[in-house]
């Protein structure tokens, strides 16, 4: 990750990425619920915290 003036800038870049990682502890839960769902032809493709209303989506790559 680099700043604006193309320098290096690993805090920023460490920041951004665990920003949008998914936690391992809804990761987890994510990865079982996802894996029942497959065995029916189904897939999960996101959570939403019902406390917080803050919302995880496994993003798909390929």
């Known amino acids: 990750m680099k700043n604006g003036e193309g320098y290096p800038d690993p805090t920023a870049g ?10 391992t502890h809804i990761y987890n839960v994510y990865s079982v619920i996802n894996n029942v769902a ?4 189904l897939e999960i493709t ?5 406390k917080t ?3 995880w989506r496994r993003e798909l790559h390929g």
């Open 53 to 55: 209303g803050k919302e």
């Open 38 to 41: 497959g065995l029916h032809g």
């Open 14 to 23: 460490k920041a951004i990425k665990s920003s949008i990682r998914m936690p």
């Open 46 to 50: 996101g959570l939403r915290d019902k």
